[in-house]
């Protein structure tokens, strides 16, 4: 009866230091952030007016890197978009966003998304013609403060 005994516990240690160790490591589900951006911001085929918005990332179970962005609570869709995966040297605790300054006339272009504390990354996949021009203008990358408040605020590239 002693074997029976020590073999269930043994089989319970293993199952509670797996369990623990996968709840360690699981990715959040929804991976959002609130951006509030204080000019216009073009993003791939439109631009988005002054205003707060929330970035989500779609469920990539299919693979694809797909960004759907919301008004400010989540319930008016704006815009989904393709992305690449794109990498950083090192992850930073906040939000962080990648701008484009067009120039004069022009509002500020979002390049890249990063979700807080990872290394990899949301490249917006724009058309060959303005990527070569994005090649060409002053790219900036802001990390947002979110322990400021709820909202990361995100001025333009060219504040």
Known sequence: MKTNKGYIILGLMIALTLFFELA??????DRSTKLT????IQIPEEVLPAGTYLF??????????VVQIFNADGTVPYA????ISTE???PTGDTAVTLTEQ????PDALLKWFYP???????????????????QDKQQTIV?????GPNAEIAGAGD
């Not at 360690?24 to 589900?29: D, G």
């Not at 989500?56 to 890197?65: I, K, V």
């Open 117 to 135: 504390g990872r290394l990899t990354g949301n490249e917006f996949l724009y058309s060959k013609h303005k990527e070569k021009e994005f090649a």
């Open 56 to 65: 989500r990332l779609a469920d990539d179970d299919s693979g694809q890197h």
């Open 24 to 29: 360690a490591h699981a990715e959040p589900m």
């Open 80 to 83: 989904t978009v393709l992305t």
């Open 144 to 148: 947002a403060d979110q322990r400021k």
């Open 37 to 40: 951006f204080s000019e216009p």
């Open 103 to 106: 120039g004069t006339g022009n």
């Open 88 to 90: 950083r040297p090192y």
